[in-house]
């Protein structure tokens, strides 16, 4: 069983689109996070959820929205999709404590998802 | 604001080598630091988290340190394998419990 899946795997569209990211996790984590990994394989946060409540925003343009209907999935839409967008987007989640210093938030990431804007 | 290098970009080994690879950050506040291994087309896999109040942490032929003070850590590979090559990137998590990532070393173990 695939503890945290993606999908699709590869995504293909005209600049201007609006295109979806699906995430869903079965650890019964209370933590999820969208990373983007640029041409140069340069990892960088996106968002991360916990709860379903928003944590960590990274001055994403307002065209990325992530949704988490419940704390085992956090999609992201994309909207106006630009050139600069063609990435490979990590999903991950983790057993945090929210706020606190635990530290010990070990994430386990999805396969990821190949976008590619024409 | 955090930042994390990973030296050397590359590297190429021939099989049976014991290697380091590095990894430097510019904010000693971290809570602790992962090393992740990143195969072509797959997700991450994490392989070592050692906590800010640790040195070291081993898992079989692999062995990560943390000098905290200096915002160093290495990852020993030991006896490397041809299934040991990857991406591989360092991690340090700060506070929101944000990780911020190095830009990764592509190892290469030859036959």
């Known amino acids: 069983d695939t503890a945290v899946s993606q999908t699709p795997k590869y995504l293909v569209t005209q600049m201007g689109n609006d295109k979806s990211i699906k995430c869903e996790q079965n650890l019964g984590h209370d933590t999820m996070y969208w990373y983007k990994q640029d041409s140069k394989k340069f990892l960088k946060i996106m968002f991360s959820?916990?709860?379903?409540?928003?944590?960590i925003n990274e001055t994403v343009p307002n065209r990325f929205s992530p949704k988490s209907p419940d704390k085992a999935h956090l999609n992201l839409h994309i909207n106006s999709l630009e050139l600069g967008d063609s990435a490979v987007y990590f999903c991950a989640s983790s057993q945090d404590q929210r706020g606190g210093l635990s530290g010990a938030n070990v994430l386990t990431f999805g396969a990821g998802s190949r976008l590619t804007v024409l | 604001k955090q930042e994390v290098t990973q030296i050397p970009a590359a590297l190429s080994v021939p099989e049976g080598e014991n290697l380091v690879l590095n990894c430097s950050f510019t904010d000693s506040a971290i809570y602790n630091l992962q090393w992740f291994r990143q195969d072509p087309g797959k997700g991450l896999t994490s392989l070592l988290l050692i906590q800010s109040s640790q040195r070291e942490q081993t898992s079989g032929r692999l062995n990560a340190s943390l000098d905290k003070s200096s915002g160093r850590s290495t990852l020993y590979i030991a006896a490397s394998q041809p299934g040991d090559s990857a991406t591989y990137l360092c991690?340090?998590?700060?506070?929101?419990?944000?990780?911020?990532f190095g830009t990764g070393t592509q190892l290469k173990v030859e036959l």
């Open positions: 991690a340090v998590t700060g506070g929101g419990n944000k990780l911020t």
């Open positions: 959820y916990n709860n379903k409540e928003l944590i």
